[in-house]
């Protein structure tokens, strides 16, 4: 069975602190992988699309990376307005059905 | 660039009352179209999704149904809501395949 597993499922971070949100998944036929960011209350934001093992995308303090079974998203000194649930999806294409699977998210919190 | 928009906001139905949400989305022409499902600690549910008008698919069997009366309007309906159908209901639109999907700001339904 597909699976995608983000860690940790919380994380407090102090301003100026960096660290990863690390994106595990179990699938075959990975077509793509996709970062969101979602505030309380709102829809997720897209921030990044990775294709292949190898490639890295970046914005402002976030860096996102893919290898053959994980992808991370590093988030380098980040500030509070940084806070939020961080989503990783998967897409997924075997012959003709494609699926796209979301993992349950990361909760960052910057503290002042 | 896409907007999706989503209304209402926030909403509170009792048991066995109908259901409406409607989605509209502007900027693009001919998007494929979804209704997911958030709930607390689980990843996003695909309910329905739409390549086209009239054309809908369904992933899970529920008390919901979905139409798309116009290439950019998709509505979520229910004859008879149920207390499971609480939850965090987002509207997202994209081009297909592994391209990104872009969501709403979703509604929250709360059933009393």
């Known amino acids: 069975e597909d699976q995608v597993t983000q860690s940790p499922e919380a994380l407090r971070l102090q301003e100026g602190e960096s660290s990863s949100l690390n994106c595990s998944y179990t699938?075959?036929?990975?077509?793509?992988l996709f970062w969101y960011r979602q505030d309380p209350g709102k829809g997720p934001e897209f921030l990044f699309t990775?294709?292949?093992a190898g490639e890295e995308k970046e914005k402002e303090r976030l860096k996102a990376t893919l290898t053959k079974k994980e992808s991370f998203l590093h988030i380098t000194a980040p500030k509070p307005e940084d806070s939020a649930t961080y989503l990783c999806?998967?897409?997924?294409?075997?012959?003709?059905?494609?699926?796209?699977?979301f993992g349950t998210g990361t909760r960052l919190t910057i503290i002042p | 660039s896409q907007t999706i928009h989503q209304w209402p906001a926030t909403l509170v139905q009792p048991v066995g009352s109908p259901l409406s949400l409607e989605c509209t989305v502007e900027?693009?022409?001919?998007?494929?179209l979804y209704w997911y499902r958030q709930a607390a600690g689980r990843g996003l549910q695909l309910l329905f999704y739409?390549?086209?008008?009239?054309?809908i698919s369904s992933e899970v069997p529920q008390n919901l149904s979905a139409s798309r009366p116009q290439d950019r309007q998709f509505i979520l309906s229910s004859k008879k809501l149920l207390l499971s159908d609480s939850g965090f209901y987002l509207c997202?639109?994209?081009?297909?395949?592994?391209?990104?999907?872009?969501f709403g700001d979703g509604t929250r339904l709360s059933i009393l």
């Open positions: 900027g693009t022409s001919n998007p494929n």
């Open positions: 999806a998967v897409f997924i294409s075997n012959f003709g059905n494609e699926k796209l699977t």
């Open positions: 990775l294709y292949s």
């Open positions: 997202a639109q994209g081009q297909g395949g592994n391209q990104p999907q872009h």
């Open positions: 699938v075959s036929g990975l077509r793509g």
């Open positions: 739409s390549v086209g008008i009239g054309q």
